[in-house]
């Protein structure tokens, strides 16, 4: 047992609480935040660097032992997460100064970001059900001041929307924890997973399984459950529209990946098949969105929905190339899409619109903006030797493996859409003639670039080094098709 695990849930959370008291000095706000973003992301790193090195590590609260207490499992698909996580924190920390208004700044952005954090990573880290649900509820109650944060009224009509959609699906979230804990008399996940083998009930359980993936398709906005992201995502300033792309969706499709790898994994006919379904069609329809506006900032937001379709395509296919390749592509595409949100960002603040048709011409005023933007382009669209088309290559080979032929063609044509969608932005915004208006109204892009070049050159890493990442991905895919191992590491059988 080690408190290591509960140290990035306890780092945030405190930097939240002590900002909350200095709400005007935003020189000491803009320092605090920037130390313990940096602090936090040493300290995952270090912890990072313990898992997979000497192996899980397992807290027990109050030491009470599993199942009876509550626990926190730093396992090795759990902590990269979190390092992930902390990255783009570090990230939105610097550009923030740069990109929030000094109103907004005063109204304890920092502490809310900070909180979301918190729950995010507690999300990734627990070993309980129920108190899965509690830590959705902790990031969902943070998300719900930072989208109003400005008070326009497009974010307070979008965050009408936004509230309703996560009021009703923790609901069923509730709701489906007690029935499983009906059923199997226990809400910690590796207990839940032992019994489920020895219940006879397997019908009820993959009913209530479904339940579960609504629940969390909902969180991940999965096709059909996705008409509420897009707007909601774009309507804040691009700093937590940023987190919010990059981090949200992406609890949601971990809790399917751990829970449709370790409890629900009896009836892969049903369940995982459907999974294929669903990935095909997310991948479709988000790409069709993100074609069918001119808006630089929904083109990215409808890009969540197709990546989505890959990752949840791996879990679907859930053979070891499948699995590292979900893996790989959604450490892939949480570093890409803050990315690529605070560049559309940048680029909406320095041309004045985020309309496509009344941009043109930008290459010849902000260079470095533009190229940042073409490179972005090729990691997302899966180009090698970048991130994404490692990923890629992994999903594809597994789900062709399994002769899942079809998402394969849907997933190949749906890498090209993508491309095309970004570099539209490329094309028509900086591409062309020199446009006056820039000339006379010239914007300053410092602190906006630093922070983007960073979270691109972890994207790149993550491609041209793949011999060094791919090893730890393997390895976390070997395990999530033995749910042994973590029943074993939790309950120390």
């Not at 000095?25 to 790193?45: D, G, M, N, P, Q």
Request: contains cysteine; proline residues 4%.
């Amino acid at each position: 047992m080690s408190n290591l695990a509960v140290l990035p849930i306890i780092i945030p959370l405190l930097a939240g609480i002590i900002l909350a008291f200095f709400p005007k000095k935003v020189k000491l706000l803009r320092a605090l935040t920037k130390f313990f973003s940096i602090s936090s992301l040493l300290v995952v790193v270090y912890i990072t660097w313990q898992v997979i090195s000497h192996g899980t590590i397992i807290l027990e609260t109050g030491n009470w032992p599993a199942p009876y207490g509550i626990i926190l499992v730093a396992d090795p698909l759990a902590i990269i997460l979190v390092l992930t996580t902390n990255i783009i924190t570090t990230a939105c920390a610097f550009y923030a100064p740069h990109s929030m208004n000094l109103k907004q700044e005063q109204h304890y952005f920092y502490s809310f970001m900070f909180f979301l954090i918190t729950g995010i990573s507690g999300a990734f880290l627990t070993g309980d059900l129920f108190n899965l649900f509690v830590f959705f509820e902790v990031f969902l109650m943070a998300s719900y001041a930072l989208i109003v944060l400005g008070g326009g009224k497009v974010q307070l009509r979008e965050s009408i929307k936004y509230v309703l959609i996560n009021l009703f699906s923790s609901i069923l979230f509730v709701t489906a924890v007690a029935f499983l804990y009906g059923v199997v008399g226990t809400v910690n996940m590796a207990h839940i997973a032992e019994r489920v083998q020895e219940v006879d009930q397997k019908g009820i359980l993959t009913t209530i399984g479904i339940l579960f993936f609504f629940v969390f398709a909902t969180k991940a906005a999965l096709f059909p459950l996705y008409y509420w992201m897009p707007k909601s995502y774009i309507v804040p300033n691009p700093v937590i529209s940023a987190l919010f792309g990059a981090l949200l969706t992406k609890v949601g499709i971990y809790s399917i990946l751990r829970v449709f790898s370790l409890i629900f994994i009896y009836k892969l006919d049903i369940t995982h098949q459907m999974f294929i379904w669903i990935a095909g069609i997310s991948m479709i329809f988000g790409i069709l969105g993100a074609l069918s506006t001119n808006n630089i900032k929904l083109i990215v937001a409808y890009n969540i929905i197709p990546a989505i379709g890959f990752i949840i395509m791996g879990i679907g296919v859930f053979n070891q190339d499948a699995l590292s390749g979900a893996v790989y592509y959604l450490m892939h595409d949480m570093l890409i899409k803050t990315a690529l949100f605070l560049l559309v960002g940048a680029i909406t603040y320095v041309a004045g619109t985020s309309d496509l048709r009344k941009m043109g011409g930008l290459i010849h005023y902000y260079p470095v903006l533009g190229w940042l933007l073409f490179v972005a382009a090729f990691i997302l669209a899966g180009i090698p030797p970048f991130s994404g088309f490692i990923g890629k290559l992994l999903l594809l080979k597994g789900a062709l493996a399994d002769d899942e032929i079809a998402i394969v063609i849907i997933a190949l044509l749906s890498s090209l859409l993508i491309l095309y969608s970004i570099m539209k932005i490329f094309i028509k915004g900086f591409w062309g003639e020199k446009n006056p208006a820039y000339d006379v109204d010239r914007k300053s892009t410092k602190g906006l670039i630093g922070p983007i070049i960073f979270l691109l050159t972890f994207s790149v890493i993550l491609g041209v080094g793949a011999e060094f990442v791919y090893p730890t991905v393997e390895d976390i895919s070997t395990y999530l098709l033995d749910p042994d191992v973590y029943i074993d590491a939790v309950l120390k059988e």
